[in-house]
């Protein structure tokens, strides 16, 4: 396969699995540019898409776009290309987040990349699920290949014990509080929401009704009820399970190249939970705010930053959600 014979239509299909990650609140907050004359991927973050409420330091922004990232090189290994990936290449540019080279054919002793092949089918079946869970337990040897599937990406995945679950969900309790009495950010998260046929039609961002799942009418799973205050004419209500199965994604320190190994390991977790036929939802609630978020970690733990929150289990899969158009988000030149 010849580096020079890239057609339009594989750059296009590539970004096209690339954008089926998460993101926050369904921003999207991302862009590409594919050169032609050296077969590179160019990654941006769209500061527009921001939320200087819910994530002043644009934490969360870099994981959604990392979280792209990391589907970008899963869709190239499987399309055959071997790939080399540099995170924030530029320091005079901070919103080039990482530079993606194709630079040959994929061979079955590559490696790293190599071995993303097997993920791929997981990246349109993974979908945020904010439906209930069951109480079975996830086997110990899922779990170890959730955190080992981290750990390939230099990020620690943890799952707490009894006690720490218990804390994160008191304050996951304590951020929904703040939240609802916080004007400024129940008005951003109303930005983000599509409630209504008319609002939900021809929009490509933000999370529709359809995806908000049951509201919560016992039990103590942490997902976030993007209605808020607002009634949903026919949404159901729902027991969700009392003992939720979480797990800590962390890192050492908490740097903007921090955030981008931690969403690439993130969506890594996410695709390998898929494929073992778990449901999966993002907890991020108490790390948006900074006097919560240092009391997420386990103290006992190496982990210095918690990044992201993951709430694991057996239940139905959520519904896809809107995408933007390609042409939105990747110039080719």
Same mark, same amino acid.
């Given at each position: 396969?010849?580096?020079?014979?890239?057609?339009?239509?594989?750059?296009?299909?590539?970004?096209?699995?690339?954008?089926?990650?998460?993101?926050?609140?369904?921003?999207?907050?991302?862009?590409?540019?594919?050169? =032609?004359?050296?077969?590179?991927?160019?990654?941006?973050?769209?500061?527009?898409?921001?939320?200087?409420?819910?994530?002043?330091?644009?934490?969360?922004?870099?994981?959604?776009?990392?979280?792209?990232?990391?589907?970008? =090189?899963?869709? @190239?290994?499987?399309?055959?290309?071997?790939?080399?990936?540099?995170?924030?290449?530029?320091?005079?540019?901070?919103?080039?987040?990482?530079?993606? =080279?194709?630079?040959?054919?994929?061979?079955?002793?590559?490696?790293?990349?190599?071995?993303?092949?097997?993920?791929?089918?997981?990246?349109?079946?993974?979908?945020?699920?904010?439906?209930?869970?069951?109480?079975?337990?996830?086997?110990?040897?899922?779990?170890?290949?959730?955190?080992?599937?981290?750990?390939?990406?230099?990020?620690?995945?943890?799952?707490?014990?009894?006690?720490?679950?218990?804390?994160?969900?008191?304050?996951?309790?304590?951020?929904?509080?703040?939240?609802?009495?916080?004007?400024?950010?129940?008005?951003?998260?109303?930005?983000?929401?599509?409630?209504?046929?008319? @609002?939900?039609?021809?929009?490509?961002?933000?999370?529709?009704?359809?995806?908000?799942?049951?509201?919560?009418?016992?039990?103590?799973?942490?997902?976030?009820?993007?209605?808020?205050? =607002? @009634?949903?004419?026919?949404?159901?209500?729902?027991?969700?399970?009392?003992?939720?199965?979480?797990?800590?994604?962390?890192?050492?320190?908490?740097?903007?190249?921090?955030?981008?190994?931690?969403?690439?390991?993130?969506?890594?977790?996410?695709?390998?939970?898929?494929?073992?036929?778990?449901?999966?939802?993002?907890?991020?609630?108490?790390?948006?705010?900074?006097?919560?978020?240092?009391?997420?970690?386990?103290?006992?733990?190496?982990?210095?930053?918690?990044?992201?929150?993951?709430?694991?289990?057996?239940?139905?899969?959520?519904?896809?959600?809107?995408r933007r158009p390609v042409d939105e988000v990747l110039d080719i030149v």
């Amino acid at each position: 396969m010849s580096l020079h014979s890239i057609e339009t239509t594989t750059v296009t299909a590539l970004v096209e699995d690339a954008v089926a990650a998460p993101s926050m609140h369904n921003a999207q907050p991302w862009r590409f540019r594919f050169r =032609r004359d050296d077969s590179t991927f160019l990654m941006y973050s769209d500061l527009e898409r921001a939320m200087p409420q819910a994530d002043p330091t644009t934490r969360g922004l870099h994981l959604g776009c990392a979280a792209a990232l990391f589907n970008l =090189r899963v869709a @190239a290994a499987r399309s055959g290309w071997a790939t080399t990936t540099e995170l924030l290449p530029d320091s005079a540019e901070p919103r080039l987040l990482a530079v993606v =080279r194709l630079t040959g054919a994929a061979l079955a002793e590559n490696g790293v990349e190599e071995d993303l092949t097997p993920l791929y089918p997981a990246i349109r079946r993974r979908h945020t699920s904010r439906h209930p869970f069951t109480a079975e337990a996830i086997p110990q040897a899922i779990k170890d290949s959730l955190s080992a599937a981290a750990l390939l990406e230099g990020v620690r995945l943890l799952f707490p014990d009894v006690w720490h679950v218990h804390t994160l969900l008191e304050l996951v309790h304590d951020a929904e509080g703040r939240d609802a009495m916080d004007d400024a950010a129940s008005e951003e998260l109303r930005q983000w929401t599509r409630v209504g046929t008319a @609002a939900a039609e021809g929009v490509s961002d933000g999370v529709p009704e359809y995806a908000f799942g049951p509201r919560l009418r016992s039990g103590r799973a942490p997902v976030r009820d993007f209605a808020g205050r =607002r @009634a949903v004419p026919g949404r159901e209500s729902a027991a969700f399970e009392s003992a939720p199965q979480l797990a800590v994604l962390g890192t050492a320190t908490d740097r903007p190249r921090d955030w981008l190994l931690a969403g690439q390991a993130m969506e890594r977790v996410l695709l390998q939970a898929t494929l073992d036929g778990l449901a999966t939802s993002l907890t991020s609630q108490a790390l948006e705010w900074p006097e919560l978020r240092w009391t997420v970690r386990d103290p006992l733990s190496a982990m210095g930053f918690v990044q992201m929150v993951l709430r694991l289990g057996y239940g139905p899969s959520g519904p896809g959600t809107p995408r933007r158009p390609v042409d939105e988000v990747l110039d080719i030149v």
